[in-house]
Nanobody, 118 residues
């Protein structure tokens, strides 16, 4: 089992920045990839960014150049630095991991709200 706790959400003006954190605990040695997803009201949950244990990253086109994902393996924590925020970035942001031997993200955090006002 892996437990995930997100923090860092809040309300920010358009053009502003926020940094989200997600701390993992439990069987963290089994984690291969950590990622962020988001879900806006009335919409499906979408992929935002991911990072593997070897620091290979991947981003959704909508956030490239604005968001940066990073990982501190010693602290079992993943971060999402969000710059130049837009109202359309408003969503609940979820941290997720997938562990070795799985084909999809199999552990999820409880989510943190990010609201960008214009």
């Amino acid at each position: 089992q892996v437990q995930l706790v997100e923090s860092g959400g809040g309300l920010v003006l358009a053009g502003g920045s926020l940094r989200l954190s997600c701390a993992a605990s439990g069987r963290t040695f089994s984690i291969y990839s950590m990622a962020w997803f988001r879900q806006a009201p009335g919409k499906e949950r979408d992929f935002v960014a991911s990072i593997t244990r070897s620091d290979s990253t991947n981003y959704a086109d909508s956030v490239k150049g604005r968001f940066t994902i990073s990982r501190d393996n010693a602290k079992d924590t993943v971060y999402l630095q969000m710059n130049s925020l837009k109202p359309e970035d408003t969503a609940v942001y979820y941290c997720a991991v997938f562990t070795f031997g799985n084909r999809d993200y199999n552990y999820w955090g409880q989510g943190t709200q990010v609201t960008v006002s214009s």
